[in-house]
């Protein structure tokens, strides 16, 4: 689908509103257990979601003023951040998280449409328009609000975000390496006309994998394979695994 930068506000909007509902139910002593990261506790990834509002309200501060405002300083200090905020109550996470949240979407708010146009870089490098800016926010809450391991799933999330987060990721896939892994074709059972192909190392003959959208948008997010089944040449077979996506 050709998502728009109202798209994204809204999810990004929604993807806070999960987030914030679902933080706002944890105990004190919740915080401190694991997320559904390997390594990292719920502490870790709310601090890794306040830092990266305020990363990317840098961008729309670069977006306004012209002037180069990186999302970090430095891959070092992003993760000492996050290490730092993993040490702090749960209750000052959630005003960190509520702060920087509140800040980003009224930064937004301020950008006229020479701002949205103005090209920033992504901690990743990439130049992409500030317009982009909401899209990445919206991925890392609406995915994150399920990492946090309370329950929420990629079935409580807007079927049209998951087919844009689909989309996103089969494309961001297509500049990963794929040599020792099948060609893969995801099939969601319940978005008529919609499949993302993931060429490999036999194209010939693919691996299909069917299953609810929810479902196949987690496995592209590398979020398990459950509710999935996959076949190859008219017989079932094990889901492949993929690489890493981001």
Not at 23 to 28: H, V
Not at 33 to 47: D, E, F, I, Q, Y
Not at 64 to 93: H, K, N, V
Not at 204 to 215: F, K, N
């Amino acid at each position: 689908m050709a998502r728009t930068l109202a798209d994204a506000r809204r999810w990004a909007e929604h993807g806070t509103g999960v987030c914030r509902d679902t933080l706002g139910s944890l105990a004190e002593a919740d915080f401190a257990a694991p997320s559904l990261l390997p390594g990292w506790t719920r502490k870790h990834l709310v601090a890794h979601l306040a830092a990266n509002a305020d990363a990317v309200g840098n961008l729309a501060t670069w977006a306004a003023t012209g002037i180069p405002t990186p999302m970090y300083s430095s891959p070092e200090q992003r993760a000492a951040d996050i290490e730092a905020g993993s040490r702090l109550a749960g209750s000052a996470l959630l005003e960190w998280f509520e702060r920087s949240a509140g800040d980003l979407h009224r930064a937004w708010d301020a950008l006229d449409e020479s701002a949205w146009a103005a090209s920033v870089v992504t901690a990743q490098g990439r130049t992409v328009p500030a317009s982009e800016s909401p899209w990445m926010r919206a991925r890392e809450v609406m995915v994150h609000a399920i990492d946090l391991g309370t329950g929420v799933t990629f079935a409580d999330l807007p079927a049209d975000f998951l087919t844009a987060l689909g989309d996103d990721i089969t494309a961001k896939r297509s500049g990963v390496s794929m040599a020792d892994h099948p060609d893969v074709l995801v099939r969601p059972t319940d978005a008529e006309g919609l499949a993302w192909d993931l060429p490999g190392a036999d194209p010939g003959s693919p691996v299909t994998v069917t299953g609810p959208l929810a479902a196949c948008t987690a496995y592209l997010a590398g979020r398990g394979v459950e509710g999935l089944t996959a076949t190859r040449d008219g017989e079932a077979t094990p889901i492949p695994s993929l690489p890493a996506w981001l």
